[in-house]
């Protein structure tokens, strides 16, 4: 388990949604974040306290989070100095970022020396099987998006928060960086070898009991290019029984891709659930999860309104208004 509290390192990160692995920490759990810490050039604002390393430590930092992410995840030159500094200030440090943290030399030195910590969450710590389709007990609900970085995170976290206060049996089952440093434990599947994706997914959810749901952190897009693969190995290793669609309505083409359109939520259904019933022939669609962030109140609530009358599904924005309607369909 990674030492708290936090400082969350945005680096230079060119946009909101760049510094997501940040925003998912201080969003659920704030308690752990004491500041932020800025390059020059860094357009990302999560709202908190600017810190400096020596700052952050006299106000108790344990863990210095790489909470920025690029295209590609990988460890920026220019961020070097501040994590080895990190480190020489006795910070623990952790990535979700695909090149480790412990292929840095200058970094690794500074750490042994000074006794500290380096944590790849995204490599996998298990040797996980290939998947076999086999059904299992419990259910499981997926959340499945129009594009990447739509929040499908965000909502299956709030699906299990509301089914826990109604007294229902859940867990978040985290499958990206964010959710593995939010929760402390998942699978980093896009980090696993293709052919054993699908089965570290059946090993993440395994038998449970018959009224238990996993809330299945959802990950890519079936419609993106850069990143269908793992999508599907979600959809296969999970065997849902629910799905949940994610949208954010202000996109204009698929994130990195402009050259791409999005597809329409009614594409979006009907693929996902022609692909989840070649494991489960009883899965169903039971909700829509939008991400109004970039709306105003009464945008929002027009947008929600149009797509509810339009899909015949609860409509929510689990993170603005809570995910109860979402809960209530698995119930």
Not at 9 to 21: I, N, R, T, W, Y
Not at 69 to 78: D, K, L
Not at 191 to 216: R, Y
Request: glycine share 10%.
């Amino acid at each position: 388990m990674l030492k708290t509290p936090y400082l969350l390192f945005l680096g230079d990160a060119p946009d909101q949604l760049a510094a997501k692995v940040a925003q998912g920490i201080k969003d659920w759990r704030p308690e752990h974040c004491v500041g932020q810490l800025r390059l020059e050039g860094c357009k990302a604002d999560l709202g908190l306290p600017e810190l400096t390393v020596a700052q952050a430590r006299e106000k108790g930092a344990e863990t210095l989070i790489v909470g920025a992410a690029n295209r590609g995840g990988v460890i920026s030159q220019s961020w070097l100095a501040t994590l080895v500094e990190a480190a020489e200030a006795g910070m623990d440090i952790a990535s979700g970022l695909h090149n480790r943290l412990t292929s840095l030399p200058d970094l690794v030195h500074a750490s042994n020396i000074n006794s500290t910590s380096l944590y790849d969450v995204r490599v996998p710590q298990h040797d996980y099987p290939i998947a076999d389709g086999k059904k299992r007990s419990g259910k499981r609900c997926l959340a499945v998006g129009t594009d990447c970085s739509v929040g499908k995170m965000y909502t299956a976290l709030a699906m299990e928060k509301a089914m826990r206060e109604r007294g229902m049996k859940a867990t978040f089952r985290a499958t990206g960086q964010t959710g593995i440093l939010i929760t402390g434990s998942g699978v980093p599947l896009d980090a696993v070898i293709a052919d054993f994706m699908a089965g570290s997914v059946e090993w993440l959810t395994p038998d449970n009991d018959e009224d238990h749901w996993d809330l299945i952190e959802g990950q890519g897009s079936l419609f993106h290019p850069s990143f269908s693969g793992v999508t599907m190995a979600l959809v296969h290793g999970g065997q849902p029984d629910a799905l949940v669609l994610c949208h954010e309505p202000t996109r204009t083409h698929m994130r990195g891709l402009p050259h791409y359109g999005l597809p329409s939520l009614e594409a979006l259904r009907d693929l996902s659930l022609t692909l989840a019933q070649v494991v489960n022939p009883d899965v169903k669609v039971v909700g829509v999860s939008v991400n109004t962030a970039a709306l105003d109140e009464d945008a929002a609530a027009r947008c929600l309104e149009e797509i509810e009358s339009r899909m015949g599904l609860p409509t929510v924005d689990p993170f603005r208004n809570g995910a109860d309607r979402l809960a209530e369909a698995l119930g």
